[in-house]
């Protein structure tokens, strides 16, 4: 079978699509990889429903796409409820299992995951595809929401669009933590992923389109004064997540989703923390060089 997508909404035909005709559990071929590839290039958030995954299958399907990304990882101390380090744990559970205290360092930390962001913006090379599956999901809330950031540079206006060409904002791990008063971290771990600088818009390499970039780990805009740069980015981040760009996800178990973090902005929403919720996520990094090819090449050697 071959990849088939069809648009979550017609009327926005570019972004999110339903994928189906692969089976993420099994060994994954180059051109279902670059099919995939393909596809995202398209929608920036694919949506594959009835996929039950183990860790193990979930980590052979993401490296099928790339590199794994440790991100947050490097600062936070390793996790050890989940076997593999490459996979993050969006979970209120501990390490027995259990559902955690609200106190518990996951949950501060997944609390930041409400915040609309971009995963690894904060450091070189930054993530391009994260890979949600979701194992336990409550009965409400919870959903995870997704912001086009090439139709939020499309609709703004064309000053707009020349104020913000050259600009630099400034990426840091922390920053959002420090927002949401986590501030109990050692100067080694402060230090562990030091902060980046990004223009504010980019171009997309696999479909050439422009996009915003920006999100919850931006501190400011280089060469403004602090609060110019941050009243910059707090409308620039109201602007690109008005409805009419954003896609919110309701989870069935078993579902994975894939999205381009070099284009889209993501949020988790609110639910009952004292509920059982699962997910993990596998992250690829942002390669200079084809991922794929290299993934493939390397596994053939």
Known sequence: MSLDVIPF???????????????????????????????????????????????DQQ????????????????????HARLASQELADISNLDESGEIADRAHRRVVGN?????WHSDSS?????????????????????????????????????????ELEGLEAE??????????GDSDYSEAQRNALPPVRWPLV??????GRRHLFIGAHTTHVVGQTIAEGRV??????????????????????GDLVIWDNRCTLHRGRR????VRRELRRATTLDADHDPIDLQFAQGAA
């Open 122 to 162: 904060f450091q070189k090379p930054s993530a391009r595809y994260s890979m949600l599956h979701a194992v336990v999901v409550p009965e409400w809330g919870g959903a995870t929401e997704f912001a086009d950031m090439r139709a939020a540079w499309d609709a703004l206006p064309e000053y707009d669009r020349q």
């Open 171 to 180: 990426h840091y791990a922390l920053y959002s933590r420090f927002l949401l």
């Open 111 to 115: 609390l930041a995951n409400q915040l």
């Open 9 to 55: 909404d017609p009327q926005r035909p570019g972004f999110v699509g339903f994928a189906s005709g692969i089976e993420l559990a099994a060994p994954l071929a180059p051109t279902a990889a670059h099919a995939i590839d393909a596809a995202m290039n398209r929608y920036a958030v694919l949506i594959f429903r009835g996929q039950p995954l183990t860790p």
């Open 271 to 274: 639910h009952d923390l004292s």
């Open 59 to 78: 980590l052979a399907f993401a490296r099928s796409l790339g590199p794994l990304d440790l991100g947050f990882k490097r600062v936070a101390r390793p």
């Open 202 to 207: 980019r171009t997309h390499a696999g479909s």
């Open 232 to 253: 910059l980015l707090m409308d620039l981040l109201e602007h690109a997540t008005q409805r009419q760009f954003v896609y919110s996800h309701e989870w069935q178990p």
